[in-house]
């Protein structure tokens, strides 16, 4: 597998495209607890949708690579 991708002539790692599905991911999960009504029971909501992007981001790195 490359570890690079060509975008407009310029190689960016495959870890930026993992990094835009997290974003991707994480929006919809951050919709989706909010609608829920999850976030009343999270103490401190900023440092839980860090852990929740930085989990997601992890998770489909190890993936790639």
Known sequence: MP???A???AL???LVLAFVAALI???LLDKTLGWLGAY??????????LG???CLFCTLGLLIY
């Not at 009343?40 to 949708?49: G, N, S, V």
């Open 3 to 5: 570890r690079e991708i």
């Open 7 to 9: 975008f407009l002539d």
């Open 12 to 14: 960016m790692p495959t």
């Open 25 to 27: 991911l994480y929006w």
């Open 40 to 49: 009343q029971y999270i103490w401190y909501r900023a440092l839980f949708r």
């Open 52 to 54: 929740l992007f930085a």
